[in-house]
């Protein structure tokens, strides 16, 4: 009897680590979720380190990809500036409520360099579509041995009252190296070339001055990759990132955090206007 027993919890076992979900799967299940998805609402917190400081800020955000539309209120830290983008509209520029001086509402680039002061990305890049595209071009890129670059650190985690997989992927391969720009490249020409951060590159060659500067003919340092290390918390029912903490030869890069998503939110349809009830435009 007791053998039988002991046959039958092995078989069980057995069973239910068959059936576990490996690491790569669960990010994989995570990018085709995340893709799959048009429309978020979110709040979005963010610390980025710059010039050896990290920034912190948080937003509350609407987001839809097609059309890509954002609406952004800052809410820390003060004064809580407004920002509505929509592709296709405002001469390319977004709309900026500084709520602050010179209290009037702004036309900005949304890659110029007063909405880039102090930023790893541009408004262009917000949401978890450009997280989900960063993690899928890693495991692409090192698809024979991306089995051994990552693993489930804790399956049991918890995040904004979600239970999450925590996932650990870690990079033999990053360091910087030459590159040789060729005509009519920048900074962030390069970097989306690369699958890289643009800020990373102008950190790293200080005597470039801009994200847009032609600089052909040079040798620049840039990374091999995004990161030397991905923490990863996904959302076990939904399977999105919620939290991600990205780190690179000196340490922590940059870290952020989704609460109270809302996946496939619905929104009215002059709710990507800047007369639409409650915004300050």
């Not at 912190?56 to 830290?77: A, G, S």
């Not at 960063?134 to 650190?153: D, F, G």
Request: with cysteine; charged share 25%; net charge neutral.
């Amino acid at each position: 009897m007791k053998k039988i027993i002991f046959i039958f919890l092995i078989s069980f076992f057995a069973a239910n680590i068959s059936f576990g979900q490996t690491a790569v799967e669960i990010l994989t299940k995570m990018v085709e979720n995340t893709k799959k998805v048009n429309a978020w609402k979110f709040h979005f917190s963010m610390s980025e380190r710059v010039k050896g400081e990290y920034i912190k800020t948080k937003y509350e955000i609407k987001q839809t990809y097609k059309p890509f539309q954002v609406y952004m209120k800052k809410i820390l830290p003060e004064p809580a500036a407004e920002v509505l983008y929509v592709a296709g509209t405002n001469d390319g520029n977004a709309l900026v409520n500084p709520n602050s001086f010179p209290y009037v509402n702004l036309n900005l680039d949304p890659k110029g360099a007063i909405m880039r002061d102090k930023a790893h990305h541009t408004l262009l890049e917000t949401g978890f579509l450009n997280t989900a595209i960063l993690i899928e071009s890693t495991m692409k890129k090192y698809a024979t041995n991306i089995e051994k670059m990552v693993k489930i650190e804790n399956s049991n985690a918890t995040f904004d009252g979600k239970s999450c997989y925590k996932i650990v992927l870690e990079n033999p391969n990053f360091r910087y190296i030459e590159y040789s720009v060729k005509s009519d490249e920048t900074v962030s020409s390069i970097a989306a070339k690369l699958k890289v951060n643009d800020y990373m590159i102008l950190e790293k060659n200080p005597s470039i001055s801009g994200f847009d500067d032609f600089i052909a003919g040079n040798s620049i340092l840039v990374p091999s990759d995004y990161a030397k290390k991905m923490v990863i918390l996904v959302d076990k029912e939904r399977f999105i990132p919620l939290q991600m903490f990205i780190y690179d030869d000196i340490g922590l890069y940059e870290q952020y955090e989704f609460t109270q998503v809302v996946v496939n939110a619905i929104f009215k349809s002059n709710e990507f206007t800047k007369d639409f009830e409650g915004y300050g435009f």
